[in-house]
T-cell receptor, first 112, second 114 residues
Framework: GENVEQHPSTLSVQEGDSAVIKCTYS??????FPWYKQELGKRPQLIID?????GEKKDQRIAVTLNKTAKHFSLHITETQPEDSAVYFC???????????FGTGTSLTVIP | SAVISQKPSRDICQRGTSLTIQCQVD?????MFWYRQQPGQSLTLIAT?????????ESGFVIDKFPISRPNLTFSTLTVSNMSPEDSSIYLC???????????FGPGTRLTVL
């Protein structure tokens, strides 16, 4: 089955700086890669996703890049704000309708 | 996006008892899942709830311990049976809509077993 690794496990940045979280996956059949943000005590919320036919996707301060050859994808948050502080999970899915395989999570702290 | 509700939102239970968690979606969805999230940990898939048939369980999870029902396309239940303190966790219902791969999570049920 798919194995998703996520790094770093914790990340602290100064407000206004950028944050990068990286994930690798093992199954070359994976073609859908969502990112979730989970604030303390709340449910995971989808913040951005990318499919294997696209190399990069951006939504305001958030971007995701995908390198299919190297089997890794990354989340980039620019101009970080304190409200970006949360745990972020990456995931990979081999095919539509199949389960998601989640990374271990990154706890991001943005220091005002 | 799908609106998902779960009941109860939290419960404190005695060991040896069972708790049934309900998941209700405001629209028909193709797939429903049940996850467990232990404190500070990632999301672990328990099973895929199949409409009208037995759930598909992941390695390490069995039907006798986590019976699941899905009588229709908008509702599912997860029962945590014969609970022990190790079952203390957050249990999350998740759904995937038919048109995209997008997966949404319910608010979760925080279970504490004494």
């Amino acid at each position: 089955g798919e194995n998703v690794e996520q790094h770093p496990s914790t990340l602290s940045v100064q407000e206004g700086d950028s944050a990068v979280i990286k994930c690798t996956y093992s199954d070359s059949a994976s073609n859908y890669f969502p990112w979730y943000k989970q604030e303390l005590g709340k449910r995971p919320q989808l913040i951005i996703d990318i499919r294997s036919n696209v190399g990069e996707k951006k939504d305001q301060r958030i971007a995701v890049t995908l390198n299919k050859t190297a089997k890794h994808f990354s989340l980039h948050i620019t101009e970080t704000q304190p409200e970006d502080s949360a745990v972020y999970f990456c995931a990979a899915s081999p095919n539509t309708g199949n389960q998601f395989y989640f990374g271990t999570g990154t706890s991001l702290t943005v220091i005002p | 996006s799908a609106v998902i509700s779960q009941k109860p939102s939290r419960d404190i239970c005695q060991r040896g008892t069972s708790l049934t968690i309900q998941c209700q979606v405001d629209s028909q969805v193709t797939m429903m899942f049940w996850y467990r999230q232990q404190p500070g940990q990632s999301l672990t898939l328990i099973a895929t709830a199949n409409q009208g048939s037995e759930a598909t369980y992941e390695s390490g999870f069995v039907i006798d311990k986590f019976p699941i029902s899905r009588p229709n396309l908008t509702f599912s239940t997860l029962t945590v049976s014969n609970m022990s303190p190790e079952d203390s966790s957050i249990y999350l219902c998740s759904v995937r809509t038919g048109l995209t791969d997008t997966q949404y999570f319910g608010p979760g049920t925080r279970l504490t077993v004494l």
